[in-house]
């Protein structure tokens, strides 16, 4: 059976930096694009970040850009969002998720997906 696990998350200052991972298990990884969401208290689920299985797609929700960075590594079958300078706009529950859309702007049926149970990122100002 295919599991997607998140690592715990954290409560974290503004300014701070926290790294997620988020390891697959069940099956082959590192043919499988991966990705984050994240979803806070009264908002939508949103994309965050993903990347292709090779790695050579790399895209990011703006509000992240040049903060966040997406990676991986097919022989630990994790990847990893590393998450800098974060704001309470930042403090959401972070999903991992694997086959995700590799642009925030397509369409995708969230039960078509493989989603971990979520991980608490808590910001404190």
């Known amino acids: 059976q295919v599991q997607v696990a998140e690592s715990r998350g954290g409560l974290v200052q503004a300014g701070g930096s926290l790294r997620l991972s988020c390891e697959v298990s069940?099956?082959?990884?590192?043919?499988?694009?991966m990705g984050w969401y994240r979803q806070a208290p009264g908002k939508k689920r949103e994309f965050v970040a993903a990347?292709?299985?090779?790695?050579?797609?790399?895209n990011y929700h703006g509000n992240v850009k040049g903060r966040f960075t997406i990676s991986r590594d097919n022989a630990k079958n994790r990847v990893y969002l590393q998450i800098n300078n974060l704001t309470p706009e930042d403090a959401a529950i972070y999903y991992c998720?694997?086959?995700?859309?590799?642009?925030?702007?397509?369409?995708?049926?969230?039960?078509?997906?493989?989603w971990g149970r979520g991980t608490t990122v808590t910001v404190s100002s």
């Open positions: 990347m292709s299985w090779s790695g050579s797609i790399i």
């Open positions: 998720v694997e086959d995700p859309p590799l642009t925030p702007d397509r369409a995708y049926n969230p039960s078509d997906k493989l």
């Open positions: 069940g099956r082959t990884f590192n043919r499988d694009d």
